[in-house]
Every structure is written in structure tokens, then in C-alpha cells.
């Protein structure tokens, strides 16, 4: 992440002298990798050199939930999905500390939990539509489920609808990012392999996308 923070800040192809960039996180900050805590932390410290937005994911939502309940179904949906690292990444292995929400709110801390309860759900700049999923075709934003832009998959990825926006969305991994008419993907975690994608939007120039990875 910080590699790719440096690309959009050096970035070249930008004018120099332009607006100052926005980055749009798009969610799953957790459960990730072994560094969940740490990528929390420098979200949340943000930079000098652009503005930042991050987005709710269904990683952290799930996370979330596991702070209101010991249910065991609920926990074991998290932990069995990344879960179990996050912990780890925050000195709070699951052994110690069970399906206790108190132990994780201990963990995470009331700054981090404070900064998660209130990221929202989507983010518009003119024509683009930030969210972590995608959004239901069809359907007003302002009637859209949070639910369903934190999973929805097919019944999103497989229109052609025109959204009256085009939707940039994480969430569903592919090998390369995907550049459609109605939609951009830039979910591309398991590609060449764990690659970070971000998309350079601008109302003068075509998405460019830019990456970095284990091997480049």
C-alpha cells in the first residue's frame, strides 16, 4: 500500500500544478494479510500529499458485528474468512480471546473502532460512484441495501445497465482490472499474484490504471 501510495503521488502522467488527488479506499482493510492492524493505522493517519475516503467493506462489517455479539455463528463467519489474522495482526490471537467482544474492542481500541463505525457505505465524485461491491441495477441509490453493496456479485457484475454512473468497486477478485462501460473493477488481489490496483480518474484523460505487486 505504501508502494502504491507513492505511484499516485509521483504519478507522472498527472499535471503538475492540477487538482490535489483524492484516494478512494475501497474496504477490506482487514483480514487481508498479516498486517491488518497496521494498514488500519496508516488509513486512518492519511497523507500530506492527497485527500483520503475510505469506504466500509464487508470484511470490517463483519468485524463490526463481531463487537455486539459472543454468537458463535456470527464469529466463526468472520474468523473463517480472514478473521483469525486480523487478530493475530493486533496481538489478540483467537485462542485468548475466544468470541469475546469485549476482548476484540480491546484489541482494535476506541480510536480504530471509532474511525470503522464511521466510514460510509459510497462515495460520488461527478460521474464515478465509489462502493465496496457494486450496486443493484435498477434501483435508486438512495433506495440501495447496505448489504447489497457490501456482497452483491453476479446480479451486479453480469449487467449491462446503464447505472447513470460508472461504478468503481473492489470486492470480487480478478486476475486483470476490469474497464466496462457501466463498471471498473479494481479488486485484483490474487492476480500476478497479490497485486494492489488503483484506477487514476479525471474528467480530462481515460482510467489509467495504476499497480504494484510482489513481483514488479
Excluded at 489474522?85 to 493486533?90: I, K
Excluded at 461504478?167 to 494492489?196: A, C, S, Y
Aim: with cysteine; proline share 6%; net charge negative.
Amino acid at each position: 500500500m505504501e508502494r502504491l501510495y507513492a505511484r499516485i503521488v509521483q504519478d507522472p502522467v498527472r499535471e503538475a500544478g492540477g487538482p490535489r488527488p483524492v484516494v478512494v479506499h475501497l474496504g477490506d482493510y482487514v483480514d487481508r494479510g498479516p498486517d491488518s492492524g497496521k494498514v488500519l493505522d496508516r488509513i486512518i493517519a492519511g497523507s500530506d500529499a492527497f485527500d483520503s475516503v475510505a469506504l466500509l467493506g464487508n470484511h470490517e462489517d463483519m468485524m463490526l458485528e463481531c463487537l455486539e455479539t459472543d454468537d458463535p455463528d456470527v464469529w466463526d463467519s468472520w474468523l473463517d474468512n480472514g478473521g483469525d489474522a486480523t487478530l493475530a495482526s493486533l496481538d489478540a490471537p483467537v485462542e485468548r480471546i475466544g468470541y469475546d467482544p469485549a476482548a476484540l474492542a480491546w484489541a482494535l481500541g476506541e480510536d480504530r473502532i471509532a474511525w470503522l463505525r464511521n466510514l460510509p457505505i459510497h462515495h460520488q465524485i461527478d460521474g464515478y460512484l465509489f462502493v465496496h461491491a457494486g450496486i443493484v441495477p435498477g434501483v435508486p441509490l438512495t433506495e440501495q441495501k447496505t448489504k447489497d453493496m457490501l456482497w452483491i456479485r453476479r446480479r451486479f457484475l453480469d449487467s449491462e445497465a446503464d447505472h447513470g454512473v460508472v461504478v468503481v468497486h473492489g470486492h470480487t477478485r480478478t486476475f486483470e482490472p476490469e474497464l466496462l462501460p457501466n463498471r471498473i473493477g479494481i479488486d485484483t488481489g490474487l492476480g500476478r499474484p497479490r497485486t494492489l490496483t488503483a484506477v487514476a480518474l479525471s474528467a480530462s484523460a481515460a482510467p489509467r490504471f495504476l499497480q504494484v505487486s510482489e513481483q514488479a
